[in-house]
């Protein structure tokens, strides 16, 4: 009886290497809450009132912005955040520290029941693996709300 071998994925799918690199000094520095509102206004611009997005601020010891990751795209009042996928990214460049920032369509600065359970969830999870969970923040057309400024982080 002749042998027959059964093809695998691995004979269909190369091999996949991502190299990280930095390519340029970082040049903006995170001092407080309204430097980062002022940095990832911009970011946030298009979407500001019709979805919700949520991205990562990652920075170096220094509190350099070294990364934006855009994590998710949600609904007019929602987004699904997963801490694995915010860790993940964190853990592959070798951040600091990182900051949530997502923008509430509505207008409304006030954090939500999920906003907090999340903001608290990634700031002790990212404890775990050296990294500081330095703020999560709201920003709106009219303004932001800072869970540090707020005495929640």
Do not use: W
């Not at 990364?67 to 592959?92: E, F, M, P």
């Amino acid at each position: 009886m002749k042998d027959i071998r059964i093809a695998t994925f691995k004979d269909f799918v190369g091999e996949l290497t991502a190299i990280y690199r930095r390519t340029e000094l970082p040049t903006f520095q995170i001092t407080s809450s309204s430097s980062v509102r002022e940095f990832i206004y911009p970011y946030f611009d298009d979407v500001m009132d019709d979805h919700e997005e949520v991205k990562v601020i990652h920075l170096n010891r220094k509190n350099q912005v070294v990364n934006i990751h855009h994590l998710t795209s949600g609904t007019d009042n929602g987004c699904l955040i997963s801490t694995k996928d915010v860790l993940r990214q964190a853990i592959l460049i070798k951040t600091s520290s990182l900051i949530l920032v997502h923008n509430h369509p509505s207008g409304n600065l006030n954090p939500s029941e999920a906003d907090k359970q999340i903001s608290s969830k990634l700031r002790e999870a990212s404890k775990l693996v050296d990294i500081s969970t330095l703020d999560s923040i709201i920003v709106t057309r009219e303004g932001y709300y800072s869970f540090a400024d707020e005495g929640l982080f």
